[in-house]
DNA sequence: GCTTGACCTCAAGTGGACTTGAGGTTGCAT
DNA sequence: ATGCAACCTCAAGTCCACTTGAGGTCAAGC
């Protein structure tokens, strides 16, 4: 066995949607660990594809690579992680994304509530005052809607 | 009239949950341009405290700085703004909200059809292979779950 | 064997959203 | 009048997620 063909960075690039120099700083940041060739070059398993895919997911829920990292890190690095492995994971995330959801259709909600309010010129207003943390989470949620490239 | 009271830069901080450094910023940033005082000390007028209230929410919907100034330039800068002026926005921003939740449900709906399936041992995943672009967008959206601090 | 494109490393740069710091000024209470 | 917290400006620093660039190596086709 182990007959598996081995991909390049550029290989792995192409196909994942992500370019070389992201797929060495995701090294470097301890998301991927790929063999090197005898001439020192990367070589990524085909689950590496996988990993690049779960990670992009993962940054779409808002998780940080670090967090990623971290998540990743309790897969096995050289094996192709069992579908227990995985979906402890997964329904981890899963967990935090419904979280997210109802957080943004709660803020939803309140938008409705002050669209057509006049809202911005009246005193009490709940998205004014929202009395719970809308506030501060990191650097914040950039254009996750902008699915352009 | 013009009997309103105005707000100094610490009490808006303190009462929008921001900081001073951070309106300072917002101001550098063509976000609020509070009047001064003689001494030049910032005065800002009570709406400012929705103004910061409307940033903060908007940037939850991932919408940046820079977005979010464009469309506040939008607003009479030194009237409180109308109705209608709010209506227009804020109706624009439901519509990207809708979008990013639609988003992020899909994105669940493929994480719930890849919990268990072993995925990350497959071939054909939904998540790994999702047709559409998942991926890159902007510098990703983080942590919108935290509702911590 | 030579060219060419894909690859390598390491350092520095970028952009967004702030924060921190130095050095100086204002305003309110006593 | 004076003390002191809160304010001011401007420059630089920080963190994250990358990208860019310089200078050099590897591998496959001709």
Not at 12 to 41: C, D, I, K, M, W
């Amino acid at each position: 066995m182990q007959g598996e063909k081995l991909l390049s960075v550029g290989e792995v690039a192409r196909r994942s949607g992500t370019t070389v120099s992201t797929l060495h700083f995701y090294e470097a940041s301890g998301l991927l660990s790929p063999e090197r060739s005898s001439g020192n070059q990367r070589r990524y398993r085909r689950d590496a594809l996988r990993r690049v895919a779960f990670i992009r997911a993962a940054q779409a829920l808002g998780i940080s690579l670090a967090e990623i990292a971290e998540a990743l890190r309790a897969l096995p690095e050289q094996r192709t992680p069992t579908k227990a492995d995985w979906s402890r994971l997964s329904s981890g995330w899963r967990a935090a994304l419904d979280q997210r959801i109802a957080g943004l259709q709660a803020l939803r909600d309140r938008l409705d509530g002050c669209i057509g309010c006049g809202c911005l010129s009246l005193r009490a207003c709940r998205l004014y005052n929202p009395d719970d943390a809308l506030g501060r989470s990191g650097t914040g949620a950039r254009r996750l809607a902008d699915h352009s490239r």
